[in-house]
């Protein structure tokens, strides 16, 4: 008999049915009892006689047959999309047998320590509340996509092994590459940027690899980045679109993924229009508004950031806000510095609900002033040969921007710690294993 | 004033607009010259009078404002999408001078030789005939993920640096990993199996490294990979599901790129029926309608994959066949050898025109059975901790499929090379520049 997906039974009451999937509950009653099976779909409750039942448990796989009975109204479950409904059970096999579980995987929260939850990781994903997690991380990545091609970009895949160039500030990780040493790419930046030639118009998602040696909530060792680059474009309209990619890509994840973002306790986004503030008129408004004097300070901090939202909220009605002109020094060396005040550069960012989602800026699009700005970052020109030769043979004015995938994904849903937003976290403690445990 | 779009200039006969672009062409004629400016929408052709050409050359960056007029019936260029009109330059501004290029740009076709091709690569990817090729490769993505999508597979991002486990055969790249020795994955392969447990259905395009020490035109070091994994799908099933990507994909390719492709001399596919035979069979019907006994091999060869395949064109009316049923000892570890006879396996691959373009199987999912296997091909079961967690507790029967994105790009186009299907190609001998030019 074909398998019925467990959502499609709401429509095949009074019909013999066979599903298939993981027992998420078991509840014994005497001479019978309960299975709460889940597929892709749903959950469906099961009642079997308790001969059926023999040792199941949570975990198992299992292909139950039976007849999909209406339940008395007072039996209902509001809060389970099949809860009109339950299989009588007549047939129950184990397709595979899950040894003991380590810890109680049926609790609506799994209350585990991070390194547990991450020693289990095959394991503690299969719970809805991580794995929630990862259906809007899938919903983000389709959201940017689609925003992307709509702007006409171009996807590319770009390399992630590189010789010689590297971005500068964060350390980079080593690859023995035929003999030759290799770094794995700090981003898809360089590449994407040589591609504005080619298609005027590119996005990508592509690994970040950042070698610091951090621990922290929020550093990971491979990021996923998403990234656009547009050409002939100037600053204004860099805005509009970085502005237009990050709305989008929001508006998507909450029309595809709302009881998912429900779950997490997450608010409709505040769509107002999203107002424009250089650094210095951000931290004015932080003086003016919350005391606090940071004018002078080269960039906001994590309460500056808070703070400058919640003004945002209150005053425009919006969950964004974008900061444009930071000081050239804390940005990368491909970053436009202000032609009427070079001090501070066409670069921004978009702080969402007091965090930062999205970053970028206009880029240095002339040989020369870029060959420059290489050497002024003590870097060596020669080590950038063929992202120089993009700029060589003709660039357009352009700029572009990136998000952090799992840093958005952590934002949106106010996740602890980065590594809950990341499938299979690298950082310097742990590949999938603890590396304590491996020798050296 | 803004910018149109060169495409656009088709509707704005009689009007003044302002165009920007790339000069892919300059012709002279005395006190006049054109010029062929192309933007990412397509190429017009640009009146100008001899004292705005001055020193404009091929790759130079221009902003140019004009009336657009109609062009007499007699020089219509029917080739070109705005070959009826033609912009009457006023103003022309070179953004971005090129410097003068090491060969012709403004051939039809980029005539030369491969290391020439990859060492200005940011330059020759600009040539429409090698853009073409990454315009048709963003469209295979596309199609990938669509069919993937409406299969109900969720997205997923795998990580690509992983110690200990390796699937055997390849050799891999060693990169430093804090002191501990990692490697980078040769394929989602793993990963993918583990998150059947969490979405059933999954997919993800990803890097594959594979430090073979091969030049062959064939290999690179590092490819993409497009993959997908069902849960409770049993052998048949997977066929089909296989096909549908595989044939879809293709279907989108062909609707996405109808004028690119067809610059490749591209023949519209026969999407007959596909034949599924096991490999012996296959090799059964080479013996008898190609003459050539090779009955006892354990795969075919590529003049059998000819052969099959203008057989399944002749007799089915499909560009595409299935082969299934490949030896076990010749698939990786986690193949699901044939119950019914285990020297074979519940393996396939998916030929289109005399090329293998995707590859398969149903996988081992009893843990037992796999940690067997994985023994037998004299690897540990304890450096596959977390993956062999997944199977623990509790998997289903499972399946799934991959195919190479520049492979396929390659066989699609029918290039010479798959270097050419790659941006930025990594192999032996170059990362960018040549690896030869480095100190060690």
Redesign the interface.
Known sequence: MS?TLILDCNDKIGEEVTI?G?VQVRRDHGKIGFLDVE??TGIIQVFCTADKLGDIRV???VEITGKIAERPEKLINPNLETGKIELQSETVTV?????E?PFDMGMKTLDLQLPTLLD????T??HSEV?NI??I??AI??GF?KVS?EL?C???????????STEGGAEV????????Q?T?TQSPQL?KQ??V?????VFTVA?A?R?E?SVTTRHL??A?QMDCEFG?VAFEELLDLFEKVGTETLKHVENECPKELKKFGFKPVAFGKIPRLTLREAQEIIFKEFGRDNRNEKDLNPQDEIDICKWALEKHGSDLVTITHFPTVKRAFYTMPDPENPEYSLSYDLLFRGLEILSGSQRI???DQLVEAIKSRGMKPEEF???L??F??????EGGFSFG?ERMTMNLLQLQNIRQA???P?D?ER???R?ST?K?
Chains 1, 2 share one sequence.
């Open positions: 398998r298939s993981w597929d892709r975990q198992d796989v397709l595979s047998k899950a040894a579980l289990f990781r095959a394991l994903l299969r794995r990862f259906k991380q899938s990545l389709e996509r091609k006409d171009v996807e590319i895949v770009v390399p992630e092994i590189a010789i010689g990780f080593k690859v023995d590459y035929y003999g030759h290799a794995m590449y040589m591609l030639p080619v298609f005027e118009r690994h690899y070698a040696p060792s491979v996923t002939f699009n002339d040989y040969e063929l992202y030769q993009a060589k043979y003709g660039m357009p004015p995938l990341s499938l299979f690298r310097m590949v999938d294993i590396l491996l050296k």
